[in-house]
Each structure stands twice: as C-alpha cells, then as structure tokens.
DNA sequence: AATATATATCTAAACGATTAAATTATTTTG
DNA sequence: CAAAATAATTTAATCGTTTAGATATATATT
C-alpha cells in the first residue's frame, strides 16, 4: 500500500504532473475532459495531496499551536472549543501540547526555572514543525511576562492578562461589579465578599469590582464582610460560618467562586440559615456542579468559548499583520437561578 | 526575518549541508572540531531544522492525530491528558480534530448521514497531514462499526466499543459488580438500580454487572427495585423517589452515573431519609461535583488517563506492526467516601 | 615512501508537491 | 490558409531537509 501520489496519478491520466496540480489548485484553466479524466483517476486511486509537501513549497502549513498549562483544568476544554471552532471555519489545524504544568511541577512558582525550560521546550517543537501562530492557555505568563521569547512567532495568551503581549481574559472587574449591581438591585446593603487568594490578579480585579460597587452605590462598608480565602470549598464553609455569627452578618455573600460559594451553601445550611431566604449567595465560575446544588446557585459564567475564538481571531490578526486589539475583555454573564433573594423583611 | 536553514549554516560555518546534517543526527563521524564550529554556529542564529522538511524527507511525521467528538464533554481532557502524556515521553505530536458533534448535529443518530460526512472528513483532513496514526475518543462508532473507513491507517478507538477495530474502553460489567459487592459486605440485600437509557451499551453492561452480582450472592431480586432513567438529574430524583415510597424500599441504590445519583440524594433529602443512615448511594463517573455534594458522593472513578495512554500504546505497536491486544478494559476503581453505610439495624 | 585503510567531508539526488517559463495545440482573424 | 492570438500542457527548478555514493584527507602498515 505504497501511498499514491501526483505522480500516480500523472501517468495513470497521461498528463504531467503540474497539469494534476493545477486541476487540484484551479490555478490554470485546463480542458475540461482532461480535468474530467484526471479527477476519475483521483478518485480510483483515493489519492489526497500530501500536505506536507504542500506546506513545504507553499511555506503555509494552516496549522496553529496550541499551549495550554493543562487540559484537564476545568474551562480549558470550552476555550480549546473556541479555538476548534474558528479553526474549522476557516480551515487551520490545531497541535496541541498540554504542558501538564500542575502535574509535573506542582502549584505556585517554586520551580519558575522548570516552568521556563518546558514552555521554551514547547515554543521550539512547535516552531519546527512550522506553525503559524501560538495560542496559549494558562494563567502563568501574567506575572513573567517578557520570559517567553517566540522569536518573533505571533502568540496570544488567553485565560491570563499580559501586558506586553495580545491577551484575552474576561473582565473580572465588571463580572464582580455586575453580581453586585443585581444584588442591589435586589434590594441587598450588607454584602460580604469571599475572595481567592489576594496573589492572584483575577482576585485583585473581582476585588475592585466590588469595591466599585460600594462606593457607587453607597453601600455600608464593613471591613468584617472582607474575607480572604484560598479557592477551596473548605475556606468558603469556614468564612461563610465567620460571617453568619457576625453580630450583624451580611444578607448576602458574594463568592469569588463556585467551589467557596458550594462551601457557604453547607455552611448555611449546617447553620440553619435559610438561602435565599436569610441569605443570598452568588458563586463565579458556572461550574457544572452549580446547577446541581441546592438551592440551584445564581453564578457568573464565564465567556469561554468566546475567549478561545477571539484569541484565534487575534492571532490570525497578527499573522496577517494586521493591527490588534491588544487586550480584549469580553464579558461574563449572570445566570440567574435560586440562590438569590430579596434581603430578609425588605 | 526570512527564516534560517541549514544552508545559512553550512555557509556560515564552511562546511556543507550534509555535514550540518551529520552534526545534528549524529549520524556519521564529524571531526570535533568541525562539529564545535557548526554547532556554534547554530546556536548563533538560532537554528531550528523546519520538521516539514524532514517529515517529507524522512516519510514521519512522529504525528498523530485525536478525533474528539467533543472535547468539552467531561471525560475527554482526561483523556486527552493521557495521550498527551504518552505523547510526551515518545517524542510524538498531537493534531487535534474536534468534531464539535453535541453543537453541531444534537445528540442521536437521527443524523448518522452528517456524523458519517464530518467523521470522513476529518480522517481525510489527517490523512493529508500525514499522521501516522489516529486516536477517536467517543460513543458514535459503536453501533456503526466498519462504517468509517480508514484506509488502512491505523485507528484505536476509546471510550467506546468496537467490534472490528482496537478499541479501549473501561470494564462497566465489573464495576458495578465491584459496587455491588462492596454494598453486600456492608451489609446490603435489598438493591435497586437505577439504570441509563437502555440504547446505550455501557447502560446495559452496567445493568449485566448488577445482575451478575444479584445472582452471585443471590440478593433477594424485586422488579420493582429496577429503575430506568435518562441520565439526567430529573429522573434520579424521580426514580429515588418512586423507590423510596415502595412497600419495601431498597437499603442502597446504584445510580449509572453521578448526574443521577445527586437526583437520589436531594430526594432522600426531601424525603427525609438520611443518607447515609437509612439508605445508600453509589454513584459512576466520580465527577467533580460528587464530592461537594453532601454527603460527599462514593462513586466509580473512571480510569480516564489511563485509558488515553494505552490508546497511544497500541496505536504505537499497531504502527509498527505488532501484535495488539484489541479490545482492552482498564478497570474502574471504586471511590469510599460518605454515602454508604450498612443498611439500618444491621 | 608507497600503498592500504580509516576518517571526514562533499556532491547530488531524492521526498511530493507548486509554478514560472517554455513549448505545443487550438482557435481566431484578415 | 498562414500568421497571430489564445489556450492547454509540459519542463524543470524549487521548498529544506537527508543520505547514498564519491572524493578528499589523515593515519596505519609494509
């Protein structure tokens, strides 16, 4: 089964090569029975024009890297669906590397070094097999910017901001603002806030879009509704115990995400306190257990696929040389389900 | 910018091509020296051999391409992250092809006609690519085996059946016969089942395993404790409920997957029956949600990655033409957590 | 020192397509 | 109907590597 290429198909039509070539292309008109004739022969034989070789001579492979610090971190997939998307509207195709950041160095930036050597390693493999651009899926470039060199190979970070870089991160500023803005408007005053950890820039923004809020509406400002937790569904149970026993708790707690936000949930629950009833709770995230939850959780969803199809967009962008919008920031939304609830008496 | 080859650096370093080529291969003896000077050179201009070339010189790739039906259904990137392990440690690429199919064609084969046309199509579009070898990753090919046609490229099929090809799929018969006996050493009898949709294979493997386990320790066998649901949340809940108002109400119910399962524990809920006091729950799929759910879910871990990595394997050994083991069952693994107990009074 | 042997390097032809430029076939035109 | 114009096809170089086989250079052997 040796593969059959132009040349097979050249002599089995007794044409030369570049007349195959150019019915494949429509680059020359030929006759129409010779096209007729050649394309029979195409089809007997199943012949597919190797695209490496095309690649070779046209210096265009169609084809895009993709980088993400791992797969199995649970919005990848829906970013990579956006990237998939685009990419088969306008016929690219996608090599994936998955760094397996979280399973190979751990968490946090102790091994900056390892981090630096497996992103290079990527970066080279994906030059030499000659693609065109590089989207790239994680949250660690946001604080070493200026490490990764591609060597003047267009790339484009998502799901991270850079600075001197293309980047597409949803607007956690304006989400955490929203979420407020409805509680407001649900008739909610005394609003506490559950953050991530404080070294992390989405945490510092959903932060500001709170503390916009307040200040814009008026609201009370007590530093005893500031908490600060860790990401993890125990910190969330635990602060959220902190905040109901609170001589005067808050009506509502606003989470910086839904595995916390599932821990305030127990914690009301364990408490007695009733949600929404006595107390409204928004998580962020939209994670698929959210909708599971009881009471249903109202949550932000984030712009996902969006995300991976802008970043496609901007890089095809960039290839062609044309002028980019450096930083977008498409929106979340609120999905609106059952744990929230006018304030208690309002 | 125009891209350097190896010509720049024979040029630049006095030597011809095929010496820079000996160099970087290692492929012949080069004097010491020569190799020093070619190898600085190299890294002066940043070198990097255009893998294109050298795929179409050396007829590999060392690509292999990953049809997903959809990435962003939960156990994908897991197993996506096996291949991608496999792939690392072997010096292999990945082209990866999404056939969106959930977005685009809905679920069923009322449109096995456009499943057939995107499924062809993408194999064409890697068969061009050159890949040596393709991984698909979900359910269709099951009922349609030896519809796709790939002419003689080498397929291994996961997450799903085949009877043809070299599918890897986990052991549904087993696990639930490892739930069931673990609910009879704690001290259960009275069973129910709550079933997926009966078209679907795994459904009714699961459901072989149950009644393998029913007759092996010879459980008492009710009709009544038989339950069919849909997969999703709403029929768990409605089924649970059904079981828990019989005459004889089951001490423990095995739900197909995890979806289901957090119907049955917000109806033990609603009925006010503790879980895991009076009654017993096992869930399948282990989804992330299952342990946030109180109580915390026992479940059937999938054994995802593994399943991706000895894809690679025997698409790798298939490749080279050797002997394949062909229908593969990794086994699934039972995850303790806090919703069984034994069975009240016992 | 002349020859044989081993080592290092180079020349040039591939790999499978595309595409200018050249050639040949066909049609138009006066 | 021959010349000119146009259309169809072919020839041969090219993309950036690898690699037989040829050649040159160094080392060993007598």
């Known amino acids: 089964m040796s593969k059959v290429g132009i040349k097979d198909i050249a002599a089995r039509a007794n044409v030369s090569t570049a007349t195959v070539s150019y019915v494949l292309n429509g680059t020359r008109n030929v006759k129409p029975a010779t096209k007729e004739r050649v394309l029979r022969v195409i ?16 210096r265009r492979t169609d084809t895009i890297g993709v980088i993400a610090e791992d797969v199995t971190v649970f919005n990848v997939p829906e970013i990579i669906d956006g990237i998939n998307d685009y990419a088969d509207r306008h016929d690219l195709h996608i ?3 998955n760094l397996r950041l979280d399973k190979r160095i751990g968490r946090g930036f ?26 790239y899926i994680g949250v660690h470039p946001r604080d070493l910017t200026g490490m990764i060199d591609t060597h003047g190979k267009p790339i484009v970070y998502t799901y991270c901001y850079t600075q001197d870089d293309i980047s597409i991160q949803y607007d956690d500023e304006q989400a955490s603002y929203d979420a407020m803005a409805y509680l407001v408007k649900q008739g909610h005053s005394k609003i ?19 503390y916009k809020a307040v200040t814009e509406f008026s ?26 026993s609170l001589p005067e708790p808050p009506t509502a707690i606003l989470a910086m995400n839904d595995v916390m936000a599932a821990g305030v949930l127990r914690a009301a629950s364990e408490a007695g306190v ?5 107390l409204s709770v928004i998580g962020f995230d939209n994670r698929e257990f959210s909708g599971y939850l009881t009471p249903r959780m109202t949550t932000l969803e984030l712009p996902l696929h969006e ?29 609106l389900r059952d744990s929230v609830a006018p304030p208690p008496g309002d």
């Open 110 to 135: 102790d091994r900056v070094e390892s981090y630096r050597k497996h992103m290079e390693n990527a970066v080279a493999e994906l030059q030499g097999k000659q693609v065109e651009g590089i989207v």
């Open 219 to 244: 609201l009370p400002f007590n530093p005893d509704w500031i908490k600060m937790g860790d990401w993890e569904t125990e910190s969330g149970f635990r602060l959220a115990q902190e905040l109901l």
């Open 274 to 278: 009733a949600v929404p009833g006595e």
């Open 43 to 58: 089809e007997e034989l199943n012949f597919k024009p190797n695209a490496i070789a095309q690649s070779l001579k046209n």
């Open 95 to 97: 090599l994936l590397t």
């Open 192 to 210: 506490a806030i559950i953050s991530g950890t404080m070294d992390s820039l989405p945490s510092r923004m959903r932060f500001n879009g709170f």
């Open 307 to 335: 995300m991976g199809y802008r970043a496609m967009d901007s890089l095809m962008k960039a290839i062609r040389g044309e002028e980019v919008d450096r930083n977008q920031s498409p929106a979340c939304k609120l999905i």
